[in-house]
Nanobody
Framework: QVQLVESGGGLVQAGGSLRLSCAASAQTFSNYAMGWFRQAPGKEREFVAATGRRVAQITLTYYGDSVKGRFTISRDNAKNTVYLQMNSLKPEDTAVYYC?????????????????WGQGTQVTVSS
């Protein structure tokens, strides 16, 4: 079992920045692919970003089209934590953001592939 706890959400004006954190309880955190998803009211859960385990000095990362160039996912395996740096925020980024973990060797980009989920953190971007 892996427990995930997100933090860092809040209210920010358009154009501002926030950094979300997700702390994981996994003993072998470095072996897990980690992802961020978001869900706005009345909408389906949307892929935001994902990062895989480090293989041959390479860590795969993927981003959703709507956040490319604005959001950055990173991980600190020593702290069992994955981050989502969000810059140039827009009102349409408003959603509950969820952290997810999966034991795959590559980072999935669909929600159903993830085994573990956090409780979510609210991000609200005002215009």
């Amino acid at each position: 079992q892996v427990q995930l706890v997100e933090s860092g959400g809040g209210l920010v004006q358009a154009g501002g920045s926030l950094r979300l954190s997700c702390a994981a309880s996994a003993q072998t955190f470095s072996n897990y692919a980690m992802g961020w998803f978001r869900q706005a009211p009345g909408k389906e859960r949307e892929f935001v970003a994902a990062t895989g385990r480090r293989v041959a000095q390479i860590t795969l990362t993927y981003y959703g089209d709507s956040v490319k160039g604005r959001f950055t996912i990173s991980r600190d395996n020593a702290k069992n934590t994955v981050y989502l740096q969000m810059n140039s925020l827009k009102p349409e980024d408003t959603a509950v953001y969820y952290c997810a973990a999966d034991s795959s060797s590559y980072p999935p980009r669909t929600a159903y592939e993830y085994d573990y989920w956090g409780q979510g953190t609210q991000v609200t971007v005002s215009s």
